[in-house]
């Protein structure tokens, strides 16, 4: 089973709820400015890598997570994947597909826009974090959540995709 936490450019909420979910990020308390700005691909993504998967880590399931970008063409890279599962002979349950950009705050779509649309790092990075902050359990809501699915599905047939 593969978890794919999305978003608009893979640089912020997927960077936050797959951290969570992997264990990167605390779920009891809210992670300090140190611990967000060191994770993997956490405002990093460039604007090319957007539509490319990146693997974050395993659950303590073993189930693998990863992060992706859709911009603004989330329907189109929704139908692809779906059409791909069916060419490969890949059952639907094996992909959850987990929309993280609902977790945002407006202080993180500035910032966001700040750091990585104008390259206004020293700006718009502080202002992501501050956001992700504010919002943090949010996403920590979101990613128990998705654990709570997953750990149903091995008794059913889940949804492939949460939104």
């Known amino acids: 089973m593969y978890i794919i936490y999305h978003c608009f450019g893979s640089a912020h909420s997927s960077v936050i709820a797959s951290a969570i979910h992997v264990g990167m990020l605390p779920t009891h308390r809210i992670p300090k400015t140190q611990e967000i700005v060191t994770l993997p691909y956490y405002d990093q ?5 957007i539509g490319s998967p990146f693997y974050v880590g ?3 399931l073993g189930i ?21 599962l069916k060419i490969y002979h890949i ?4 992909l959850i597909l987990v929309d993280s950009l609902s977790q945002i705050n407006t202080i ?14 020293k700006i718009g990075r502080p202002l992501t974090i501050k956001g992700v902050q504010k919002a943090y359990y949010q996403f920590v809501h979101l990613v128990e959540t998705v654990k709570d699915q997953v750990w149903d599905s091995s008794m059913g047939d889940p949804s492939h995709s949460f939104e």
């Open 58 to 60: 395993r659950d303590e």
């Open 91 to 94: 059952k639907e349950n094996q």
């Open 108 to 121: 993180t779509r500035i910032g966001g826009f700040l750091s990585r649309r104008l390259g206004l790092i």
């Open 64 to 84: 693998e997570v990863y992060i992706l970008g859709m911009a603004n063409n989330k329907e189109v890279l929704i139908k692809s994947l779906d059409s791909l």
């Open 45 to 49: 993504t460039r604007r090319e890598e």
